[in-house]
């Protein structure tokens, strides 16, 4: 089964920017959409971007489009997420996951999961 190992996480304030990474160990990850979701203390993980296995499609969530942008370089089995204009309701534990399919679908087709690296926005 593919893991997934996020990174690039960190304290910063609201104003600064974050990339997160994402590294798949398997070179079939190339081939099914890719998110990455957050999770908030107390509320429920949302999706906050996703992207198609060729990287031409991308979904947003509201409360991020225009800020945040997600990407991946299939070469070398990686997504990247990079937040602009961050927010302290940005705060979450940021997942990286990998869809089931090639296309972006519905968040229960994301099935496999990496551990999480947390985003902490101060004021």
């Known amino acids: 089964q593919v893991q997934l190992v996020e990174s690039g996480g960190g304290l910063v304030q609201a104003g600064d920017s974050l990339r997160l990474s994402c590294t798949a160990s398997e070179n079939t990850a190339r081939k099914y959409a890719m998110g990455w979701f957050r999770q908030a203390p107390g509320k429920e993980r949302e999706r906050v971007a996703a992207i198609s296995w060729s990287g031409v499609t991308t979904h947003y969530a509201d409360s991020v489009k225009g800020r945040f942008a997600i990407s991946r370089d299939n070469a070398e089995n990686a997504v990247y997420l990079q937040m602009n204009n961050l927010r302290r309701e940005d705060t979450a534990v940021y997942y990286c996951?990998?869809?089931?399919?090639?296309?972006?679908?519905?968040?229960?087709?994301?099935?496999?999961w990496g551990q999480g690296t947390q985003v902490t926005v101060s004021a």
């Open positions: 996951a990998m869809s089931q399919w090639a296309l972006v679908t519905e968040s229960s087709d994301f099935t496999s």
